[in-house]
């Protein structure tokens, strides 16, 4: 199990970049954008860098969403190996039978 603090910071980052994912694509696009003169991106840039860190995209972590783990995840599920395996175990997972030879 993960520490708390780690899974809440997660997902505080998740809802920062809920709220600033559409500012962040514009002022991406102006910066980006060659036919606009070289003050105006640059002034977006500066508003880019002015908004939380946290709000990007790619501060986010894959975390299971049962125990946590930001390891051996498994996108489609949303979670860990560990607790897929453990999830099969009980017969919690339809059509996931325990292997054993």
Known sequence: MAKKSAIEKNKSRGKLVQ???GKRERLKAIASDKDLPLEEQFKARLKLSELPRNGAKVRLR??????GRPRGYYRKLKMS???LRDLGSI?????MVKSSW
């Open 91 to 95: 017969g919690q997972i339809p059509g």
């Open 62 to 67: 894959n975390r299971c969403e049962i125990s």
């Open 81 to 83: 190996r560990i607790a």
């Open 19 to 21: 709220r600033d994912a």
